[in-house]
């Protein structure tokens, strides 16, 4: 029985630690996978639009330093830029999964990891 919560404690501490991350850390993965990141593509890939009606900045506004509607719902979302709002990019499954979602909006497909790198190395140093 002890030994079961000694177990599940040490599991859920790993879990914990594997999940929390910080900008730094998912810059870096997304950096391995492709190559180094430069922030004016990433600032250029953010403000501009893919073929579909909506660019990033479409929701998140430019700079993404402050509170933004959503353009369809008018609900309110929270900075995008780490400076400004430090919950962001501290979950690589959050941030997978709403890069996924807002790339299939915006590009009609995922991101790939030299595009999530670019923009994430831009929105790191958004004042
Ligand atoms: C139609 C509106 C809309 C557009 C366009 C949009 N987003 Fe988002 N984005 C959202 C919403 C809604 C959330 C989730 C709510 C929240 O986290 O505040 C979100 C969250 C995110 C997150 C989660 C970050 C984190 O760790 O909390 C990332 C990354 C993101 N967006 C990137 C992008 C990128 C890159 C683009 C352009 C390719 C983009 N978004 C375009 C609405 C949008």
């Given at each position: 029985m002890l030994l079961k919560f000694i177990t599940t404690s040490l599991l859920m501490g790993f879990t914990l630690s594997v999940f929390a991350i910080t900008p730094q850390d998912l810059l870096k993965i997304y950096e391995a996978q492709s190559s180094k990141a430069s922030p004016s593509r990433g600032e250029q890939f953010f403000n501009a639009?893919?073929?579909?009606?909506?660019?990033?900045?479409?929701?998140?506004?430019?700079?993404?330093n402050h509170d933004t509607k959503h353009?369809?719902?008018?609900k309110v979302i929270k900075p995008l830029a780490p400076n400004a709002n430090?919950?962001?990019?501290?979950?690589e499954i959050k941030a997978d999964k709403w890069f996924k979602r807002n790339c299939n909006d915006v590009l009609d497909r995922d991101c790939t990891a030299q595009e999530k790198a670019e923009v994430l190395s831009w929105l790191m140093i958004v004042k």
């Open positions: 639009k893919h073929g579909k009606e909506w660019s990033c900045s479409s929701c998140h506004e430019n700079p993404p353009i369809v719902t008018g430090p919950a962001r990019f501290t979950d």
